[in-house]
């Protein structure tokens, strides 16, 4: 990795997101928390003006990924760290009427309640749990596809949350991580100053929590490069893992096969 001035760095050895002034997974975990829940009131407006509408793509491509598993009418999908539920919408729509279950996780509650709300505005119908993606009150074996969208970046402990993932996977069932990632070359300039720079002041000015957008980009260098959270994700239990950009590599999804 390389900082703005082109000056080497060494990534951390990475075990999970750390805000500051966390000392331990505990207090990690309680700071994303209530950083999520305290930005929850204007997290999509800010989500959508700071990427230029990107996400929508993102969220569509990734669903589109699993079209096989969400054609199915039995099928049971858990969209893990569903925030506002932008992701889990998107597996709805994309199921179709199917049948398939989409059941929406989070444990930060105020987040929650604005999805609920947009899912009876919409008129979805879908589930939705308030749990931590790290102790999950789920059965073993109970999903045939668990994703998660820019929400295991901020999980205190990856490798446990990977394990959780798998745990609740059925045999051949798959996992969907879509996360930002640290493209390279002139984009790789461009988006550091980007995440360095303007979304810490524009995320700061209208959400009035410039912390939790400077957070951002600090998650993002933190969280194991493409090829290391593959090698994670085969330890945790996954038969084969890949991992796909989307966008010059500024986020990217990664699929594992239980
Ligand atoms: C950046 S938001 C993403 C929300 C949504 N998936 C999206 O794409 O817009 C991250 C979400 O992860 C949730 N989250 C972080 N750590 C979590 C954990 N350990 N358990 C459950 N939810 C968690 C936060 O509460 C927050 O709602």
Known sequence: MRDLEGKAETKPATIGATPDGATDEQSASRQVRQMFSDIAPRYDLLNHVLSANVDRLW?????????????RP?????????????????????????????????FAHPMLVRGKQKDEARGSHLRWLEADAL?????DASFDLVTAAFGFRNLANYDAGLREIARVLRPGGECGILDFSEPQGMVGVGYRFYFKYVLPTVGGAISGDRKAYEYLPRSVERFPAPAEMVERMKRAGFARAEWSPYTFGIAGLYRGWK
Do not use: N, Y
Request: contains cysteine.
């Open 74 to 106: 039995e099928a049971r999908v858990l969209d893990l760290c569903c925030g506002t539920g932008d992701m889990s919408f998107a597996l709805h729509k994309r199921a179709g009427g199917s049948g398939a279950q989409i059941l929406g996780a989070d």
């Open 59 to 71: 969220w569509w491509q990734a669903a589109r990924t699993f079209r096989p598993i969400l054609a």
């Open 135 to 139: 102790h999950l009150p789920l059965r």
